[in-house]
């Protein structure tokens, strides 16, 4: 068997958020525009590990992802051992300034999955001109949960694995089956109570609802994705986003659910490939 | 009453978990009766260690079940293609579209949730997806 060494590189980078010190892993590969890659609740930098290794996006654009805190490599803050995590609005937003500063990042592109797109959102809202376009993925204005969140977080059974089964519902049966659990695999590692966490900003946060018509494309293009087998963020939520953001773009992807990165990166690629363009990066 | 076209395709679930040593380890610890609701005929499948050990047919008011799954048989149908269409591809999906309800111990269903989903899908192939 031949070794093949990937492209991408992780580094670790030490920012201060809300007052708290945070040991951020990210990943990054590739050179040009800076494309900062935000991970859905529950799982991390790995969501993004076809993009980074694909060539054709890395030979002008640098690719970059962080694990949040409390994720992946990224430990959470001193004292967790006592805290209740419940992701904000506020330490999200935060945290995703924080390491684009950090990185020194000049007009980057956001592009973020579920909450991760919420934010990027957010962003576009609240902070005009901090990014220069947004890829907002299986991203809506709010959706409430259709299941009970403390489910993810019990001592009686592994948060991981229910997890993991539950969100197999937003995979496409057309996922390779390698990628599919490959995806789950990362919400079977998740910590203890950060899925629930993540999910209390997703679920219960519906602040982005006041701010969408803040959002201005004509600073910053916005561009929404959504696949079709999403039960999540329906097409239906993502359409009423778009509608709710004049001059945003939208495309329902066929065949993709709620993790398309990484459920089915063929099938992802020529629709982030698309984004990218739309937003000013350089697409493929 | 019995629907003549589900009958074996529940002895089918049956022989395969039988014949699949990851189910049996996913659902060594669950030993339940679920019922299922189909077009509102009742069909009571008792588990035994993860093993469908029993598949008794009809509404009974004297079998206690666990939790209950309730669909249509057109609903079933279109769950059980090999890529079904969006919404019927997960048993939640059924839900979110309106085309089933699942009730009683949900936090039971939630805790062997892929050893449910993965059995129930198992007329999509005929054998494990």
Redesign the interface.
């Given at each position: 068997m031949t070794h093949q060494i990937e492209a991408i590189c992780g580094r670790y980078v030490t920012v201060e958020i809300a007052g708290r010190t945070q040991r951020i892993y990210f990943e990054e590969a590739g050179q040009g525009r800076p494309v900062l890659c935000l991970h859905t609740a529950g799982a991390d930098t790995r969501q993004w590990r076809h993009i980074l290794n694909d060539g054709e996006f890395t030979e002008n654009n640098r690719i970059i992802a962080f694990d949040m805190p409390w994720h992946g490599k990224s430990l959470p803050p001193e004292g967790f051992e006592t805290e209740e995590y419940l992701l904000t609005t506020e330490a999200y937003i935060a945290t995703v300034l924080a390491i684009a500063d950090a990185l020194g990042l000049e007009n980057p592109i956001l592009a973020g999955c579920s909450m991760g797109g919420r934010i990027a959102l957010q962003i576009a809202a609240l902070h005009p001109g901090r990014f220069s376009g947004f890829i907002a993925i299986e991203a809506s204005d709010f959706q409430p949960a259709?299941?009970?969140i403390d489910?993810f977080h019990r001592p009686d059974?592994h948060g991981g694995?229910?997890g993991?089964?539950?969100v197999?519902?937003n995979i496409?049966?057309?996922a390779p089956?390698a990628e599919r659990w490959n995806t789950l695999w990362m919400f079977m590692q998740s910590g203890p109570g950060v899925f629930r966490g993540d999910l209390s900003f997703y679920t219960r946060d519906d602040s982005l609802v006041a701010n969408i018509s803040r959002i201005d494309t004509a600073i910053a293009p916005v561009h929404i994705l959504c696949g079709?087998?999403d039960?999540t963020c329906t097409p239906e939520d993502a359409t009423r986003t778009h509608q709710a953001i004049a001059g945003s773009t939208l495309e329902i992807m066929t065949e993709l659910g709620h993790f398309p990165m990484s459920e089915n990166p063929a099938r992802f690629r020529p629709y982030f490939a698309r984004a990218l363009a739309l937003v000013g990066a350089s697409g493929t | 009453m019995v629907d003549a076209a589900l009958k074996p395709v529940l002895d089918m679930i049956a022989v395969m978990i039988d014949a699949t040593p990851h189910l049996l380890r996913l659902g060594a610890l669950f030993s339940e009766t679920v019922l299922l609701e189909v077009d509102g005929d009742a069909y009571y499948l008792v588990f035994h260690r993860g093993r469908l050990e029993t598949i008794a047919y009809g509404q009974n008011r004297k079998t206690p079940w666990r939790f209950a799954i309730r669909t249509d048989s057109e609903a079933l149908h279109k769950f059980w293609q090999?890529?079904?269409s969006?919404?019927f591809?997960?048993?939640?999906?059924l839900?979110?579209l309106g085309r089933a309800t699942i009730d009683g111990d949900?936090?039971m269903l939630?805790?062997n949730?892929?050893y449910i989903?993965e059995i129930l899908a198992i007329p999509r192939t005929g054998s494990l997806?």
């Open positions: 259709w299941y009970d489910w059974a694995e229910m993991a089964a539950l197999s519902a496409a049966p057309h089956q079709e087998y039960l | 090999p890529l079904p969006p919404g591809h997960d048993i939640f999906g839900v979110k949900i936090l939630v805790k949730l892929r989903k997806a």
